[in-house]
């Protein structure tokens, strides 16, 4: 798995995925953050991620945060953190190997732990990088809706 995103869409937690087409499709490593996180943005200038805790009220910072990076956006590529039922969604990433095709999963969050298998997707398609690496805007989700989460 080369990274994942939080994003809020209307009152679900979902994380997007990004891995490699001939991955493991297992967890293999957590970052622990602050009590009940609801947001993430990362700062690409710094390479750090920022989650805010809801439940604490704190802000967890990740220093040198991994690239690449993987985040929704609206289709002009203007990040976006939360989406409506309805909206659809897309997704903008950096730091990927030039002209590569990668499998995007978007599942509910989890209780994430070291060696679990990754949750069964609500929405799985494929993104391809440029040549400088880089994800364009895509469309990863047609109308986000509730009923694709059962």
């Known amino acids: 798995m080369n990274k994942l995103m939080v994003l809020i869409a209307g009152s679900l937690i ?3 995925l990004i891995i490699s087409q001939d ?3 297992t967890v293999t490593a957590t970052i622990p953050v602050g009590d009940a996180p609801n947001f993430a943005g ?3 200038n710094t390479n750090r991620i920022y989650i805010s805790n809801s439940g604490d009220d ?3 910072v990740i220093w040198d945060a991994l690239v690449p990076t993987i985040e929704g956006c609206d289709g002009s ?5 939360k989406f409506n039922i309805g909206d659809y969604v897309y997704v903008v990433g950096s730091g990927y190997a030039n002209s590569q095709s990668y499998n995007l999963k978007i ?3 989890a209780e994430w732990v070291d060696g679990m298998t990754i949750p069964s997707a609500i929405v799985e398609t494929t993104v391809s990088s440029d040549s400088s690496g880089d994800i364009m805007p895509t469309l990863a989700w047609s109308g986000a809706a509730l009923e694709n989460t059962i």
Do not use: H, M, Y
């Open 14 to 16: 979902l994380i997007f």
């Open 23 to 25: 991955a493991a499709q």
């Open 42 to 44: 990362v700062n690409p």
């Open 58 to 60: 704190g802000v967890s």
């Open 77 to 81: 590529g203007v990040t976006k953190n």
């Open 107 to 109: 599942v509910i969050d």
